[in-house]
Nanobody, 126 residues
Framework: QVQLVESGGGSVQAGGSLRLSCVTS????????IAWFRQAPGKEREGVAA????????YAADSMKGRFAISRDNAENTVDLEINSLKPADTALYYC???????????????????WGQGTQVTVSS
């Protein structure tokens, strides 16, 4: 079982930046692929970015490239998501998720990730 806890969300103005963190106490953390997803009100959850167990490979979903950066620190059992140039459309509940790195994990699709946190809310005002 992998338990994940997100933090760092908040209310910000458009154009600002946020750094979200995901922390776990799981002993298998360093063997998991970790991803960030988000779900806006009334919309389906969508993938944002994913990172390999070592942190050597990081991918953003096609629609997220440019403003989102994922990184991890296995010594601290954390994975961060940095979001720049925030837009009101970025308002959503942001989740981190862990998985065993199946084929296609880098596509940041829900089916590749089996452990989920409760999410942290990001609200962007214009």
């Amino acid at each position: 079982q992998v338990q994940l806890v997100e933090s760092g969300g908040g209310s910000v103005q458009a154009g600002g930046s946020l750094r979200l963190s995901c922390v776990t106490s799981s002993v298998t953390f360093s063997t998991n692929c970790i991803a960030w997803f988000r779900q806006a009100p009334g919309k389906e959850r969508e993938g944002v970015a994913a990172v390999s167990p070592s942190g050597g490979r990081a991918y953003a979903a096609d629609s997220m490239k440019g403003r989102f950066a994922i990184s991890r620190d296995n010594a601290e059992n954390t994975v961060d998501l940095e979001i720049n140039s925030l837009k009101p459309a970025d308002t959503a509940l942001y989740y981190c998720a862990a998985g065993g790195c199946p084929f296609g994990w880098h596509l940041v699709q829900e089916s590749s990730y089996h452990y989920w946190g409760q999410g942290t809310q990001v609200t962007v005002s214009s």
